[in-house]
Nanobody, 123 residues
Framework: VQLQASGGGLVQAGGSLRLSCVAS????????VGWFRQPPGKEREFVAA????????YYADSVKGRATISADNAKSTVYLQINNLKTEDTAVYFC?????????????????WGQGTLVTVSS
């Protein structure tokens, strides 16, 4: 199973975007899907995570209060809405999943990375 992120683009600071993460194959409500981002010249960092059944959600402090992660299990799709975008949100956004029964922000524990989607926030 591979997860493909889409929905990025160029947006002004203060604007909003909704990113989508679609799985290429069957998934389970227990799979944990994470959104990560990689700013230019920096390491990949955790943004938000949930399960396909939305039994729990997690956010990085940098987006808490501005982001909402949601899932549509029937469509094997996870969404990430970010409001009040800041220039520091500029990055390539990726999604991956894991089957472990715990939450983690470690990208090496996720798999199924597809091509990311670029979000550019202008001032």
């Amino acid at each position: 199973v591979q997860l493909q992120a889409s929905g990025g683009g160029l947006v002004q600071a203060g604007g909003s975007l909704r990113l989508s993460c679609v799985a290429s194959g069957p998934t389970s409500g227990t799979y944990r899907v994470g959104w990560f981002r990689q700013p230019p010249g920096k390491e990949r960092e955790f943004v938000a995570a949930t399960t396909y059944s939305e039994s729990s959600t997690y956010y990085a402090d940098s987006v808490k209060g501005r982001a909402t992660i949601s899932a549509d299990n029937a469509k094997s799709t996870v969404y990430l809405q970010i409001n009040n975008l800041k220039t520091e949100d500029t990055a390539v956004y990726f999604c991956g999943f894991h089957k472990n029964p715990f939450h983690t922000i470690a990208p090496h524990l996720y798999t199924g990375w597809g091509q990311g989607t670029l979000v550019t926030v202008s001032s």
